[in-house]
Every structure is written in structure tokens, then in C-alpha cells.
């Protein structure tokens, strides 16, 4: 007994059992949260007050503060789902599933900002709200990935099979972004020629950079803190018949009922 | 391993074949959407032939996707599937007929409309043999990338309409690249680029969706 307590304590795959998971979730979100805010608001404040006017675009280039961070983790996070996809098919971690469909639906909010800021930053822009260029149009595609994951996920009832059945198409989508990436690629410079760049002036003010940096940043703490929380509910969900969840919850109730 | 191939082939194709409404629906939907057009468009011979070669691969698309959800769907409700998973033959290579035979039931059909409707929309007649062997090259990408997604929404509420959702981005290199072949045949430029990358996609898609198919319809029947 003594062995089978101290082998999963010495080992890295400690935290791959919900039940320690847990309180280490619990125990983690609101760091990352704080931090998330505290970074948004230094990002902010270089990117709205600090940075300088950009010669060309003038006042308007501001929204790559939260354009370009969303967009990033828009790609980021559907690369971290995949993993954990993988992870979960081939080691069998229940954790690793709940993980995965966490994150879907802060990579699919991600990716709507960086659509819903492209459109605000094109119509002044280049004189139009969308443009089928490679990169948002691959962007878009992104979307639907998430939202046929997430849908996928939500339609079945049993979470075993929803489990592997959303892994098995994360998985077919990570094989096909980048040919869907290169195709449209292919595709948008057969039709049009380059009358659009979404490439910037070469040269960045270094407080621009950082202020982009920062919110990157920011949204990777926001990732963590919210995938966090979204986790937490989840695993109590899959494990309410176990020892333990009853514990968390009759311990939470009696706090709640002593704060009272 | 050949028997088991041949074997549900044979069974599948003789099932297309006693439920002929079913290939004729399709193939009747497809026609439909491509009358359409002109409706929608209006009848500008230029225009439609402009959008001949896109209107044509959407269509092929649609169709496929329509008919999709009944690849396993019957052997599911009557348990062959299960029986088939329990069975000690390897479960790439009767998933690989049955893809097969729904491509040679459903797939094969429509490229042989495909030709009669194109003249419809005007499209010049010199292009017709692209756009066959894009349609040629192209279906069984359809139908095996489909056939993951039809194994994974199998029994699954609103399966038809996620099914869509789930796999329709996944056709957007497929459409592509095949309408792309049809159009650049006519801007003079040659299919020959286009036609090579379907083909290796094809290729591909026909080394690796087998396997995600069977994984997938494990997952499903467990």
C-alpha cells in the first residue's frame, strides 16, 4: 500500500490524476487570473498611452494590441488541444480529455476576436470589412475546426466516447490545418494578386513590440486561469461517484454554510 | 485479407444496387443545386460560365455530404457493423470496401453526370476532360475524409447536420484545388499542377483515413 502511494508522488505523472489535479487547478487559477489582469492593463497602457502613432495607419493600428495576441493564441491553443488529444488516445489519461475541451472554447472565443478585430481594423483599412485573403480566410476555417470539435463533444451523451470521438477529429483537424493553410494560401494568390498585405512596416517601435508582447502574455494567463476553472467543474462532473468528489463537496457546503 | 475486401465490397455494391432510389436521390439532388444557379445568378452565359467550374465542385460537394450519413448508418442499426469489429479480420480493410463501395455507388455517378451538367453552365467543352479527372481524383478524398466523420457522428443526435459542420472544412483543399484544375485549364495556364496535388492528396487521404475511419468507429461502438 505503502509502494502504491509513494509511486505516483515520486513520478511527473502525479498531477495526471484528477484528484490532485483538483485542488492544484484550484489552487493555481486565480495567480494566473491576477496575472492576466495585471498584464492586460500594463499591455493596455503601453499600447494605448506609450506607443507612438503609427506613420502609416495612424490610430488605427492599435487594435494589433488584441488582434495579434488573439490570433496568436487562437493557433496556439488548437495546437495544446491536439496535444492533449494525442496524449489522451495514446495514454489513456482521463485528465487529458477534459483538458482539450477546456481549451476549445477559449480557442474558438480567441479566434472570433482576432476575425471580429481584423474587420474592424480592415474597414478603414483596405475599405472593407473582409477580404478573402489567405490568412483570415484560414483563420475562419479555424473557427468552424473549433466549433465542429465543441459541437462534436456537446452531442454525445457519454462522455467516454465524446472524449475520443472530439480527440480523434482534433486530431484529423491538426493533420489538415496546414494543408488547409497552404491551399488557401495557393489559392488566394492564383485569384488575386498581392493588392493586400497583412505584413506591417518593417520597422516596429520597440514599445509597440513590447506592448504586443505584454498582451500576449496576458492572453496566455487568461488561457490558463480560464481553462483552469472550466476544468475544475468538469472533473467533479466525471468523478461525482468517487470518495473524493463527495468529500470536496461536503466540505465546500460546510464553508459555505459557516460563512453564512 | 483479399476475401474480406472483396467480400463486403460485393455486399455493399449489391446493396447500393437493390436500393437504387437511394444513388438516384443523390444524383437528382445534385443535378437540382446545379439548376439553381442560373436562378440565383441569373442566366448570363458569360457569368455561368465563369462560375461553372466552383458552382459544379460545391455541388459534388453537397451531394457527397448529403449521402455521407448512410455509409454506416444501416449496418449500425441492423448490428453487421458490430459483428464486422468483432470479427478477427483487420478492420482497415473492410472499412477500405466499404469506402470503396460507397464511392463506386455514390462517387462515380456524379462524375459521370458531371460532364452533361457542366455543358449546362456553358463550360468550354475543351476543359471537360480536367474537370472528369479533377472529379475523379477529387471524390474519393471526399469519400474518405467523410467517412471518419460519418464513423465518428454515427448514432449521434443531429448527426446529419454536424457531420456537415465537422468535414465540410476539411473539404475546402479538395474544393480548391479541384476547381482550381478546371479553371486554370482555362485561363490557359495548365490543370497539370492542380491535378498532381488532388492526386497526392488522394494518395494520402487513402493512407491514413482507413485507419482514422476504424479507429473512429471503435470509438463509436465501444
Known amino acids: ?260 | 485479407m483479399l476475401n474480406t475486401f472483396v467480400a463486403v465490397l460485393r455486399r455493399d455494391l449489391l446493396l447500393a444496387w437493390r436500393g437504387r432510389a437511394d444513388v438516384l436521390v443523390t444524383l437528382a439532388f445534385f443535378v437540382i443545386v446545379v439548376c439553381l444557379f442560373p436562378f440565383g445568378v441569373g442566366a448570363e452565359p458569360n457569368q455561368l460560365r465563369a462560375i461553372a467550374p466552383g458552382v459544379l465542385w460545391v455541388a459534388v460537394l453537397l451531394s457527397c455530404l448529403l449521402s455521407m450519413h448512410r455509409l454506416f448508418a444501416q449496418d449500425h442499426a441492423d448490428g453487421t457493423l458490430e459483428q464486422l469489429l468483432l470479427s478477427s479480420e483487420p478492420a482497415v480493410v473492410w472499412v477500405g470496401a466499404k469506402v470503396l463501395a460507397f464511392w463506386l455507388s455514390t462517387g462515380l455517378p456524379v462524375v459521370v453526370v458531371a460532364p452533361g451538367l457542366a455543358l449546362l453552365l456553358d463550360l468550354e467543352q475543351g476543359a471537360l476532360p480536367v474537370l472528369v479527372v479533377s472529379l475523379l481524383l477529387g471524390t474519393p478524398i471526399l469519400a474518405l475524409l467523410g467517412a471518419v466523420g460519418a464513423a465518428l457522428t454515427l448514432g449521434v443526435r443531429g448527426g446529419g447536420m454536424l457531420l456537415a459542420l465537422l468535414v465540410l472544412p476539411l473539404f475546402v483543399p479538395v474544393l480548391i484545388f479541384g476547381a482550381g484544375a478546371v479553371e486554370a485549364e482555362l485561363s490557359g495556364t495548365g490543370a497539370v499542377a492542380h491535378l498532381l496535388l488532388l492526386g497526392g492528396g488522394c494518395a494520402g487521404a487513402l493512407a491514413l483515413a482507413p485507419w482514422a475511419c476504424a479507429a473512429s468507429l471503435r470509438i463509436s461502438m465501444e
Open chain 1, 1 to 260: 500500500m505503502t509502494a502504491a502511494e509513494r509511486a505516483p508522488r515520486a513520478s511527473l505523472f502525479r498531477f495526471a490524476a484528477p484528484q490532485t489535479f483538483y485542488p492544484l487547478a484550484g489552487r493555481l487559477a486565480p495567480w494566473f487570473a491576477a496575472a492576466a489582469l495585471v498584464l492586460t492593463l500594463a499591455g493596455m497602457w503601453l499600447g494605448f498611452f506609450v506607443a507612438p502613432t503609427d506613420a502609416t495607419q495612424g490610430e488605427v493600428y492599435r487594435v494589433i494590441f488584441i488582434h495579434v495576441p488573439a490570433a496568436w493564441m487562437s493557433m496556439f491553443i488548437y495546437l495544446v488541444m491536439a496535444f492533449w488529444s494525442a496524449v489522451g488516445l495514446v495514454m489513456n489519461t482521463r485528465l487529458s480529455f477534459v483538458m482539450s475541451q477546456a481549451l476549445a472554447p477559449t480557442g474558438a472565443m480567441f479566434c472570433f476576436v482576432a476575425l471580429w478585430t481584423g474587420a474592424l481594423w480592415g474597414r478603414p483599412t483596405w475599405g472593407a470589412y473582409w477580404v478573402w485573403d489567405a490568412r483570415l480566410t484560414s483563420q475562419l476555417l479555424l473557427l468552424f475546426l473549433y466549433l465542429g470539435f465543441i459541437a462534436l463533444t456537446r452531442a454525445i451523451e457519454d462522455p467516454r466516447r465524446a472524449d475520443r470521438a472530439g480527440a480523434m477529429i482534433a486530431l484529423v483537424g491538426a493533420v489538415n490545418v496546414p494543408i488547409i493553410y497552404f491551399s488557401v494560401k495557393w489559392w488566394n494568390t492564383l485569384h488575386q494578386g498581392a493588392s493586400v498585405s497583412l505584413t506591417k512596416a518593417p520597422s516596429m517601435a520597440s514599445t509597440m513590440l513590447a506592448g504586443m508582447l505584454v498582451m500576449a502574455f496576458a492572453a496566455w494567463a487568461y488561457t490558463l486561469a480560464v481553462t483552469l476553472w472550466r476544468v475544475r467543474p468538469m472533473i467533479l462532473e466525471r468523478e461525482r461517484h468517487t470518495e473524493w468528489v463527495g468529500a470536496v463537496l461536503e466540505a465546500e457546503g460546510a464553508r459555505a454554510g459557516g460563512g453564512r
